[in-house]
């Protein structure tokens, strides 16, 4: 026997078999609703109001819930209302799943958050008949199944805090990792008020994002230069300083916590939380990043065959790792797919669904190293090309960082090249995005060969002020887009696929969302596409480090597809060399 | 019998256009026409390999015109080189090179392009490929009787290996024999000294002037 169930304020009615509960028959009916805690019915996230009908039995935590929370008399969980009779329910909004944004621009992506750690408020009774029982066996049945590991250390401090106690508090808040492991116990109903932090920690730059576990809110985000810069300016000097000199490896280790744990207590300080209440930290960085932030050896990185130590690893305590969050947190690393194409990559391709897109695509991070991830069909592959620093302004004679007074953006204004800076500052110098305007210009007016000599009578092209490429410029152009260029075409290749097949060509990295799609075309930075297929997504590193923090679902599907990603070593093609000397003309794709 | 007489400038601009079948066919037909095999060489191609060297300097050609023209130079070269006495190629040789990427790194256009460059420029070119252990390059240079070991690096975690060279070098009493030729992006002038080689190329060009001062020939051909 089953029966009907009309839902508002969705208007629909679903059937319920005789004995389900709602949750499980909404859940079924594509009604997603908050089950936090797992059905285990202690978290009262699921609460439904039963407007009419038979408003069964409700237990003892689900009659504490509704008074301390002031909810609707006629309440239940929907994971422990079984209805007997047709009945008409409201979803309250707080009960529903939320959806979240993966990036904030570019992109439309959304996520249902399902983190790691969660909050739930526990009753933990002093007095009735288990009130004999030990404090540990009360605590863990109170999650009545899958009870939590409970580290000796926190037992006592539950010890002191129940003894520090006036009255008994109704409600206890657990914190808790993955459904097994307790991180903290404490009096009170915090529930909801989970920390997460997401880090991109780039070579160059890294970026720290404070954020609530449960809505996927950004608190504040903070970014500092990578302190290991004094190591090196670049990956491969960072692995020679660690190659040379183990020991220095525990002092880079020591720079990049101490300059994360800067992060984290600006991060704090701004949106008016306590360190202590970060649960969990997901870091994404390129693969030596990531050994060096563990203080792993980076030998093996260092010369051929450039093997790593690890690709995944479980989540570390936070104690362990040196960052300053709750000591009994955790830490989770997005796992490297190669020596080469690290944590950043794999996150990225989390936070870009690219292994649900339908057909072939492209994924480009374009940073010193630029990172590739063909995906045909079902199959990946990747590799890295060096780039270098100048799509990030450095190495250019009058290049910079794309901040105030970069000239971004250049076009042409009746014979002139006119350009644009970053918040319209006088011009200081150029960054990637200008840089690539500017070139492909200069060829546009002849000003430049393909071959990439300048023609200029002297020999350099000003495009503002006494701001101008010089020829060892243009060659430095040439040599990065090159380099890019030669890895699309060879994994294309290698795959048997055309450009002109590729379905979408995602972007990550360096030119942000600026890059002037038709100039970087013309030089043959990308290739020839319909420019409806091109997305630039900015900094996808972050937007996964995000995605892998809020989403238990997103985490395991990056560890199955970065082990599944196919690797291959570009400097071993035959052909490397050809299509690497072809590509260094600034010209469009064959 | 009229015979189709082709121009010394015409070689040289088959190299500086980097013209591979171009320079090939000036070649035979030069043979043909009974041309002197050392005239074309001295006074057709490397002209143009000269010239092509002064277009670089200045800025005016990079790596594919680079590599085209050495290609063009090597196609004539093919073609002449059994044409010659053996006394003149032995005169006309530079020397003799080894060359290869230093173990431990797989990067090899930079060093295809000196060798390319070296060998358009006169020099016997031994090219052992790239991740080349140390013991290879001197047991190569040892049965070669090879004047220059050239060693590239491009990564400064594998530059130290050229180093280890050095070292070897000397402990196997074979320090005097080779002159030590060492380039790749991270390899500088002052690592080059700091290392004890011979000599440093910045890039192919200045590789091969470097070459020419080891081998004491600043001439050229």
């Not at chain 1, 839902?7 to 609703?33: H, K, S, W």
């Not at chain 1, 630039?536 to 995605?547: E, I, T």
């Not at chain 2, 004047?147 to 590239?152: A, F």
């Amino acid at each position: 026997m089953s029966v009907r169930v009309k839902v508002l304020p969705d208007g629909r009615t679903i059937i319920v078999p005789a004995g389900r509960t709602l949750a499980d028959a909404l859940e079924q009916n594509g009604l997603r609703l908050s089950l936090y805690c797992g059905q285990r019915g202690i978290c009262g996230k699921c609460f439904v109001e039963i407007i009419s009908g038979e408003i069964g039995e409700p237990g003892a935590i689900e009659r504490r819930f509704i008074e301390a929370r002031k909810l609707p008399p006629r309440s239940r969980m929907s994971c422990r209302y079984r209805p007997g009779a047709d009945a008409v329910v409201r979803i309250p909004d707080a009960s529903r799943l939320p959806e979240m944004p993966v990036f904030r621009t570019g992109i439309e992506r959304r996520i249902v958050p399902d983190p790691a750690v969660r909050t739930i408020a526990v009753s933990f009774s002093e007095s009735g008949p288990t009130a004999d029982a030990a404090l540990l066996d009360r605590i863990r049945n109170g999650f009545r199944r899958e009870k939590p590991l409970i580290p000796a250390g926190l037992l006592r401090e539950i010890a002191r805090r129940a003894a520090a106690q006036s009255s008994p508090s109704p409600f206890w808040t657990a914190v808790l990792y993955d459904g097994r492991e307790l991180l903290d116990f404490v009096p009170g109903d915090v529930s909801g008020s989970g920390l997460g932090l997401a880090v991109d920690l780039g070579t160059t730059t890294m970026v720290a994002e404070l954020v609530e576990l449960d809505t996927g809110r950004v608190l504040g985000s903070a970014s500092s230069i990578n302190p290991q810069t004094s190591f090196g300016a670049d990956v491969v000097s960072r692995i020679t300083a660690g190659y040379m000199n183990p020991d220095r490896v525990g002092d880079m280790r020591d720079a990049v916590t101490a300059g994360l744990n800067a992060l984290i207590e600006e991060l704090a300080g701004s949106s008016r939380r306590e360190a202590e209440g970060i649960h969990e930290a997901v870091i994404a960085g390129n693969t030596a990043m990531n050994h060096l932030f563990l203080g792993l050896p980076v030998a093996t990185l260092a010369v051929a065959p450039f093997a790593g130590l690890f690709s995944s690893l479980p989540p570390l305590a936070a104690s362990e790792s040196g960052l300053r969050i709750h000591p009994r947190g955790k830490v989770t690393i997005a796992p490297n797919i190669r020596s080469f194409v690290g944590g950043d990559i794999s996150a990225g391709l989390a936070a870009t669904d690219l292994e649900h897109r339908q057909g072939n695509h492209l994924f480009l991070d374009l940073g010193t190293n630029g990172e590739i991830v063909l995906k045909t069909g079902p199959d990946f592959v990747a590799a890295s090309t060096a780039a270098g620093p100048a799509f990030e302004g450095m190495s250019i004679s009058c290049g910079m960082l794309a901040l105030p007074g970069a000239v971004h953006k250049a076009g042409i204004r009746g014979e002139e090249i006119s350009v644009r800076t970053i918040g319209g500052a006088p011009a200081r110098g150029v960054c990637g995005t200008g840089l690539i305007d500017l070139i492909s210009l200069a060829l546009r007016k002849g000003l430049l060969t393909r071959g990439g000599h300048i023609l200029n009578p002297s020999k350099s092209i000003p495009f503002a002020g006494t701001l101008a490429l010089t020829q060892k410029d243009v060659r430095e152009v040439q040599l990065a887009a090159a380099a890019v260029k030669t890895g699309m075409r060879l994994l294309l290749s290698s795959a048997g696929l055309e450009a002109a097949e590729l379905d979408g060509l995602i972007v990550a990295g360096a030119f942000g969302n600026e890059l002037n799609i038709a100039h970087a075309t013309s030089i043959g930075l990308l290739p020839r596409i319909d420019r409806n297929k091109v997305q630039f997504v900015g900094n996808s590193s972050l937007a996964g480090a995000r995605a892998l923090l809020l989403s238990r679902a997103e985490r395991a599907r990056c560890e199955k597809l970065a082990a599944r990603v196919r690797h291959v070593n570009l400097a071993g093609d035959e052909e490397f060399q050809r299509i690497y000397i072809e590509s260094l003309e600034l010209a469009p794709w064959p | 019998m009229d015979t189709f007489v082709p121009s010394l400038e015409a070689m040289a601009r088959a190299v500086i256009a980097g013209t591979r079948e171009v320079a090939a066919r000036l070649a035979s037909e030069g043979l043909s026409a009974r041309l002197e095999p050392r005239d074309m060489i001295e006074k057709g191609f490397v002209p143009g390999i000269r010239k092509v060297g002064e277009l670089w300097e200045e800025g005016e050609y990079f790596l594919p015109e680079l590599m085209a023209s050495a290609e063009a130079m090597k196609a004539a070269m093919a073609v002449l080189k059994p044409a010659l006495e053996a006394s003149a190629a032995e005169l006309l040789s530079l020397g003799r090179v080894v060359l290869g990427t230093i173990e431990g790194d797989i990067h090899d256009i930079g060093k295809n392009l000196v060798g390319s460059m070296l060998s358009a420029n006169g020099f016997d070119v031994i090219d052992l490929g790239a991740d080349v252990e140390i013991g290879r390059f001197i047991e190569a240079a040892v049965s070669a009787r090879a004047d220059v070991i050239g060693l590239s690096a491009l990564l400064t975690t594998t530059m130290v290996n050229q180093r280890r060279l050095v070292e070897r070098l000397e402990a196997e009493g074979l320090r005097g024999s080779f002159k030590v030729l060492v380039g790749g992006a991270p390899v500088s002038r002052a690592w080059a000294a700091e290392i004890g080689a011979d000599g440093y190329g910045e890039n192919a060009l200045a590789a091969v002037q470097a070459a020419r001062e080891l081998v004491g020939r600043k001439d050229g051909l």
